[in-house]
């Protein structure tokens, strides 16, 4: 499970990643996270955290927790999204979205497994170049030479894991 920060970093990142969706649409009504209004961050942070307890679930079952935290919150299904009137014309279920719209769910929970799963990579790739370093000195972490841009020379105590490829 990732922690609070990391909930909001992801969430930020699957944000951005909608509103680049959106805009590719040519919807430009997304503005920025940092512009974003507050409901509208809660909603991404309680997405992440719902693939994150329920990190198999389907594009639907995101949609669904979507729609009920919508409901709950009071937006009702309308033509149009109005945050004033609190109106929305996703509040359908799944299968009745558009194609556009059902993307957005996939486009979400691939941005938070993967978020999740290169985090966890990077630890991996941390700890195998630091190491272990409870009761122990650290060790030095990757730095590049300042002059040539080379990598500095390292320690390293095992291979670092790559990533499997992914099959073309």
Known sequence: MLDYANI???AIICHEANR???ASLGDFSQLPWVDAPDWQKVSAMDGVTFILEN???PPAASHDNWTAQKLADG???GEVKDENAKTHPCLV???QLPSEQQAKDYIFGGVVRAYVESSARAVSALDQVVGDTEGQDPQP???RSPDAGEPAHLSVRGPIDRPPRAKE
Do not use: L
Request: hydrophobic fraction near 55%; charge should be negative.
């Open 8 to 10: 909001i970093a992801c």
């Open 20 to 22: 680049a969706y959106c």
């Open 55 to 57: 990190f198999e679930a």
């Open 75 to 77: 937006w009702v299904w």
């Open 93 to 95: 279920p799944f299968d």
């Open 141 to 143: 972490i990757p730095t």
